[in-house]
């Protein structure tokens, strides 16, 4: 993964944590719906089915 990928996956993250303002009405839902991507990411990722 690049490094341009890699900020763009920690802004996301920071993004969607329900300690901002603009989403303390969400939950907990975006945070782990962006972790399940991620992990279903690393899975491709370490079978090598994505490229890196």
Do not use: D, N
């Amino acid at each position: 993964m690049s490094l341009i990928g890699l900020l763009i996956l920690i802004l996301i993250l920071a993004a969607v944590l329900p300690a901002w303002p603009y989403s303390s009405g969400w939950g907990y839902g975006p945070s782990g719906i962006v972790g399940l991507l991620v992990l279903i990411l690393v899975i491709l990722l370490i079978l090598r089915i994505l490229p890196i």
